[in-house]
């Protein structure tokens, strides 16, 4: 069965530092790997995903993932966080193939960006 | 607006009423989702439609009923809750499940539920 782990609730940065969000993985095969933000009151919205290729994914508002495969791990990372930053970010994990195809969501990680 | 509308935003029930929760997508999505959300937990996957069928039902009680009438629209219906039941469900949609689902999924902004 697949897994993902966020085993931070919340992680706190300044405007400016950089941040980084961890994400560690379970799955049968090479894994297909998402990373969603939810803002307030809001839905999740993607924000990038690596299936294959280049270790380092680059998504949405400035954001990028790094896949380390010895490691199990897709941190999310942003060079210089902003105030606007400040969400509820999901980590997800789908296997290649077998199973149902449906991703296995984290349980979160609350970013806030202080002024 | 995502493309994935929820309504209604907000809902509060008691534990003896019966409600349904929309959702709706014009996007041409062949699958739809329903996943509750708490507080500090996992996301959690209740339903799965493909092209109108069901093809998960991750054990959830059967005092929530869903509903597929076509591909654009999902509904849940919802009777005799109880108080942890409260919680924020998400829908949502992708272009197909199965191997080729390697696509995000657009979510809904959710119906904030309350059940006293």
């Known amino acids: 069965a697949q897994s993902v782990a966020q085993p931070e609730d919340q992680v706190n940065v300044a405007e400016g530092n950089p941040l980084t969000v961890k994400c560690t993985y379970s799955v049968s095969g090479n894994p297909y790997l998402f990373w969603y933000v939810q803002y307030p009151n809001r839905g999740l919205q993607f924000l990038l995903k690596?299936?294959?290729?280049?270790?380092l994914v680059k998504g949405s508002y400035g954001f990028e993932a790094e896949f380390n495969k010895s490691q199990t791990s897709f941190h999310l990372k942003k060079p210089s966080a902003l105030v606007s930053d400040s969400a509820l970010y999901f980590c997800a994990v789908r296997p290649p193939y077998g199973g149902s195809y449906i991703p296995t969501f984290g349980r979160g990680t609350s970013l806030i960006v202080h002024p | 607006e995502t493309g994935v509308t929820q309504t209604p935003r907000h809902l509060v029930m008691g534990m003896t009423n019966k409600k349904s929760l929309k959702c709706e997508q014009h996007l041409g999505h062949n699958a739809m989702y329903w996943y509750k959300q708490s507080a500090k937990k996992p996301l959690e996957l209740m339903f799965v439609?493909?092209?109108?069928?069901?093809?998960e039902n991750n054990s959830v009680p059967s005092r929530f009923s869903p509903e597929c009438p076509n591909s654009s629209h999902l509904f849940l219906h919802l009777h005799t809750l109880q108080p942890e039941d409260s919680a924020l469900y998400l829908c949502?949609?992708?272009?197909?499940?199965?191997?080729?689902?390697?696509?995000?999924?657009?979510f809904g902004s959710g119906t904030r539920l309350t059940v006293v």
């Open positions: 439609y493909s092209l109108e069928e069901r093809v």
């Open positions: 949502a949609s992708s272009q197909d499940i199965g191997s080729n689902s390697n696509y995000g999924y657009t």
């Open positions: 690596y299936i294959t290729g280049d270790n």
